[in-house]
Every structure is written in structure tokens, then in C-alpha cells.
């Protein structure tokens, strides 16, 4: 004879409860990052270089200690490591205009060349008679879209402030989803349903 029990898999309370005071802290944190986006981003990039700080003397220790064939390469990159944590430490807005800025140059090169693809076609959608016909739809999006991303990569080449808030109001939205997300997780205290049977 058998029979099937099921056991219900729910979460411990102190797990919710957990979830639920991690998923607060984080969209106080994240409102905090919108409400001011530089100190957020300098914080980030403080935090960043602390960590690499940590590694690099991990990897100057490691060097000396533990490796006998790769010592110098460890040391060496250990050694970088730490002297461009510092710098970061020391400039946080510096650095992070620094990387807006690399990553405004790359912004503009993707919009010119979105331009470009919709001034010139865009993509084929349709084949009529032996010819491929383009959506101007699809055209005017690209350009529309290409046109966006130069004037905000100008933008942000003009203005690096304008760009590191930018990155801060970034971060703070996502940080507020994932806040929001783990809160109603703890709350809606889901768990799995299994099943076992049991002979006797």
C-alpha cells in the first residue's frame, strides 16, 4: 500500500523577513541615488576601488608567498592594480567623468551609425518583383534613434556632470526594482509544493 503526502515548502519567516528588510534598505539607497546621482555614482566608484585595492594587495601577497614561477607577473598586476585603486579613491568624479566620457565616444559612433544605416535603407523587410522594399518606418527609427544618441553623447561630452548624473539616475532605477522586487518576494512569502509517497 502507498500513499502520497505532500509537504508544502514554505519560507522560513526570518528568510521573509530578510528579503523584506534588504528589499527596504534598497530602495532607500536607491531613492537616495536619484534624488542625488553624483554622490551615488562617486560612492560606486569609491566602493569599486576598495575592492580592487583588496585585490591587488591579495595578489602582491599571493605573488610573494604562494607563486614561484608567475611571482613577478602577480606582483606586477597586483601593483597596477593598487595604484589605479588609489587614484580612483582619491578622484571618484574624475574617474567617473573619465568612463562617461569613454562611453559617450561610443555612443556617438553607434548613433552615426544608426543614422547611416537609416538614411541608407534600414533593414529589407519585403521583396516585391525581384526588389527589396524598406519600411519607412523602420528607416525613420533609426534615424530618430541614431539622432537621440548623438545629441546625448554631445551632451554628455559637454557637460560630464550631466553624464554622471545620468549614470546615478541609472543605477538608482535599477537598484529600485530590485529593491521593490525582493520586498514583494518576502511579502507574497511564495514557496514550491513537493510531493513524496510513502509505502507501506
Do not use: C, N
Not at 582619491?90 to 573619465?98: K, T, V
Amino acid at each position: 500500500m502507498s500513499t502520497t503526502k505532500i509537504i508544502g515548502e514554505h519560507p522560513l519567516s526570518w528568510v521573509r523577513a530578510l528579503q523584506i528588510g534588504i528589499g527596504a534598505i534598497a530602495i532607500v539607497l536607491s531613492l537616495s541615488a536619484i534624488i542625488f546621482p553624483v554622490i551615488a555614482v562617486a560612492a560606486t566608484f569609491t566602493v569599486a576601488a576598495i575592492i580592487l585595492l583588496l585585490f591587488g594587495i591579495e595578489q602582491v601577497v599571493a605573488g610573494i608567498f604562494l607563486y614561484k614561477r608567475s611571482r613577478l607577473a602577480h606582483i606586477g598586476l597586483g601593483i597596477l592594480v593598487i595604484i589605479l585603486s588609489s587614484i580612483v579613491m582619491a578622484y571618484p568624479l574624475a574617474s567617473a567623468a573619465f568612463v562617461v566620457l569613454l562611453a559617450s565616444i561610443a555612443l556617438l559612433f553607434s548613433g552615426i551609425s544608426s543614422i547611416i544605416a537609416g538614411l541608407r535603407g534600414g533593414k529589407r523587410e519585403e521583396v516585391k518583383d525581384g526588389r527589396s522594399t524598406v519600411s519607412t518606418g523602420s528607416r525613420a527609427l533609426s534615424i530618430g534613434a541614431g539622432a537621440l544618441a548623438v545629441a546625448l553623447s554631445i551632451a554628455i561630452m559637454v557637460t560630464p556632470l550631466f553624464g554622471i548624473a545620468l549614470a546615478g539616475v541609472v543605477i538608482g532605477i535599477a537598484v529600485l526594482v530590485y529593491g521593490i522586487r525582493l520586498v514583494v518576494t518576502g511579502f507574497s512569502g511564495r514557496g514550491k509544493v513537493a510531493t513524496s509517497t510513502v509505502r507501506m
